[in-house]
């Protein structure tokens, strides 16, 4: 007969448990909302800093303009950046990254090019560094809600290994953002910059909603603003040449932070979806348990029964 205390214990513990995740779940919700709202909140400055390039490239249609990072050179070393997390339990958002990095790092292999790893997050550091692979630079402990301090740091060190031709392209590994149960490992060359890479595009922006007591995710389409052309009388205090090679330093950066908040929403999307499905499977096996803990009182309340009826058949 099953011991009856054991399985209170077990279902005790089973609803504990989904306490916990369902908690996790919440925060990571909130954390969403918080990165919705940090994007939204960068949309202005990197509007008007995609306007400006977009006229200094109109300009100087980039015509004699030689800038350190627009030089393309042959590529004998590539540095790859890989956006993980700190944290697990968030399903296979850190495994799905990692992986894909490995992937590229073969096909460099196989191509007769270096590679190495700039990595961010715990969970990637933890990865390579078992494996002895080639890393330049580390980042963890960094912030949930990505900040712009933190993006520009990274920033610097990418550009100081590539100016300094440490390596000579730079290749960002992150997780696109697609929706609550949904997300996608993508590289995106961030070194050398292109001028195609500067025009103004459309862009969206996720939103967390609730309906039904459910989180859902719904896509907005933002269209770029329409560009407003310096006059054609405009006069630089500056060469226009060195205001670019000022603000493209600043796109970069703009670019990596994106990257950052899209890596940080898959991450606590990914938490959201592995920690709902641990609470709704707590909840399936506390259910179980609680039939089968009321069928073994059922029993043993009737063997007490045929004991007592027995035992006055015999006097």
């Excluded at 990254?97 to 270096?114: F, H, N, T």
């Excluded at 402990?141 to 610097?156: T, V």
């Amino acid at each position: 007969m099953p011991n009856l205390k054991a399985i209170r214990d077990r279902i005790q513990s089973v609803k504990n448990t989904q306490k916990i995740t369902e908690a996790m779940r919440l925060v990571a919700a909130a954390k969403v909302r918080r990165a919705q709202e940090q994007v939204i909140a960068t949309r202005p400055f990197a509007d008007r800093l995609a306007e400006v390039l977009y006229n200094l490239q109109n300009r100087l249609q980039f015509e004699d303009v030689s800038l350190p990072l627009l030089s393309q050179r042959p590529v004998r070393t590539v540095g790859l950046l890989v956006v993980s997390g700190d944290r697990g339990l968030c399903g296979g958002y850190n495994g799905n990254v990692i992986k894909r990095a490995e992937i590229r790092a073969r096909e460099l292999e196989a191509e007769g090019i270096a590679y190495q790893y700039i990595l961010i997050g715990r969970k990637a550091v933890q990865h390579f560094e078992r494996r002895n692979a080639p890393i330049l630079d580390k980042y963890t402990n960094l912030e949930q809600i990505p900040k712009s301090e933190e993006a520009a740091e990274i920033a610097d060190v990418l550009l100081s290994a590539f100016l300094s031709e440490t390596v000579d392209r730079v290749e960002l590994i992150y997780t696109k953002f697609v929706s609550l149960i949904s997300s996608r490992p993508v590289i995106q060359t961030l070194l050398p910059l292109t001028t195609q890479g500067l025009e103004v595009m459309d862009d969206e922006i996720f939103r967390l909603t609730t309906r039904g007591g459910e989180f859902q995710v719904t896509r907005e389409k933002v269209a770029a603003k329409p560009i407003q052309p310096f006059p054609k009388d405009t006069i630089f205090e500056q060469d226009p040449a060195q205001i670019l090679d000022a603000l493209l330093p600043l796109y970069l950066n703009n670019q990596l932070l994106r990257a950052l908040q899209e890596s940080a929403a898959s991450e606590l999307a990914a938490r959201m979806t592995a920690m709902s499905n641990a609470s709704d499977n707590a909840s399936d096996l506390a259910s179980n348990l609680t039939l089968s803990y009321n069928k073994a009182r059922q029993a043993a309340i009737t063997q007490e029964l045929l004991e007592v009826v027995a035992g006055a058949n015999a006097l």
